[in-house]
């Protein structure tokens, strides 16, 4: 009797599971050949997507359980130009991925993506913890309304075109615990403010290539208040006023701290001495008149397990060259 309740169980699995391949799914084994045109990775030689079990292809981890794509790596790094038009900006259409239900992890990256077609998909994407876009062109995620992947927890924007306005969209992402917005063109400082309703961050990048390209006006009363970051505080290359730096104070659980601060060293203290868990410390100078203040804003008792200190004097040097004839 145990026996063919057994043969039963099976039965209705096999079912209500859907039909299965070789170990991979056959909806979603026809939506990854779908992505081929698009992904310079999948062409690249010794990469082969259409033979056998997906789930063993490269770039794709599947789950041992269901068989069901977890994991899409479909980030490229090649310098080589694939396809004229892709390499000039391209709209991905988001329907592409929605085969894939248990899809965790998705990386994007490098792909010269300029936006989104049927970008409001993006939020039937219920599973995705994981979410790469750096790299790209991107400009928005969502123009009209707010981005709702609940489930997310890591989200790269970084070397993409995102202005200080297009933050907005991520204060319904209550799980986010990891946000990269290096390289951006945030050249000004509102979207501090939006950043603050992020609860569970634990790690932030913002730092930026293009360093004293500009520096914020000094009523700019922005303040960083992310209670819960503890993990890493990345701001070099950036020259906030000393109203924002002041305000890293209160970031009391804050373990990594790496930072620029040409100008604001001088018009006050950045709050450090309360940071009483900072483990791994950054400093980088742009004014040779700010080292002196270092050993004001440091106590004896914040104990360093990393201490990186890098001194960058900037000052024109006139040098005559005498040629002996």
């Not at 057994?6 to 779908?34: D, N, P, R, T």
């Not at 890591?154 to 070397?159: A, E, G, I, N, T």
């Not at 700010?290 to 004896?300: R, Y």
């Not at 006139?318 to 002996?324: D, E, I, L, R």
Request: charged share 20%.
């Amino acid at each position: 009797m145990e026996y063919w309740k057994l043969v039963w169980v099976f039965v209705l699995a096999f079912l209500f599971g859907g039909y299965q391949s070789e170990g991979c799914w056959e909806i979603e084994k026809a939506a990854l050949l779908q992505l081929k045109p698009f992904f310079p990775l999948i062409n690249d030689e010794g990469i082969s997507w259409g033979k056998g079990n997906c789930c063993r292809w490269n770039g794709v981890e599947c789950s041992t359980s269901t068989g069901r794509v977890t994991r899409l790596f479909l980030e490229y790094s090649s310098v080589e130009v694939y396809n004229k038009d892709i390499y000039q900006g391209w709209y991905l259409n988001i329907s592409l991925f929605l085969p894939f239900e248990e899809l965790k992890s998705l990386n994007l990256a490098g792909n010269n993506i300029v936006g989104f077609i049927h970008n409001q998909e993006l939020d039937n994407l219920k599973n995705l913890k994981e979410l790469y876009l750096n790299d790209n062109k991107i400009e928005s995620l969502q123009s009209k309304r707010e981005l709702r992947l609940t489930k997310l927890e890591v989200l790269d924007l970084s070397y993409n075109n995102f202005n200080s306005s297009k933050f907005s969209s991520l204060a319904v992402l209550p799980h986010l615990k990891s946000l990269n917005i290096e390289s951006n063109n945030l050249t000004e400082w509102s979207y501090i403010q939006g950043l603050n309703v992020l609860s569970n961050l634990k790690i932030l990048i913002i730092s930026y290539d293009g360093m004293n390209d500009f520096i914020p006006s000094q009523d700019n009363k922005r303040e960083l208040k992310l209670m819960s970051l503890e993990a890493e505080l990345n701001l070099w290359g950036n020259v906030f006023n000393s109203y924002m730096l002041s305000s890293l104070g209160s970031l009391s659980n804050l373990k990594s701290l790496s930072l620029y601060d040409g100008y604001a060293m001088e018009e006050g203290s950045i709050g450090l001495p309360t940071l009483k868990n900072l483990e791994k410390l950054h400093l980088e100078y742009g004014n040779k008149n700010a080292l002196p203040t270092l050993f004001e804003i440091l106590e004896p008792s914040l104990l360093l397990r990393t201490w990186s200190l890098m001194v960058v004097i900037l000052m024109l040097i006139s040098t005559y060259m005498v040629f002996v004839n």
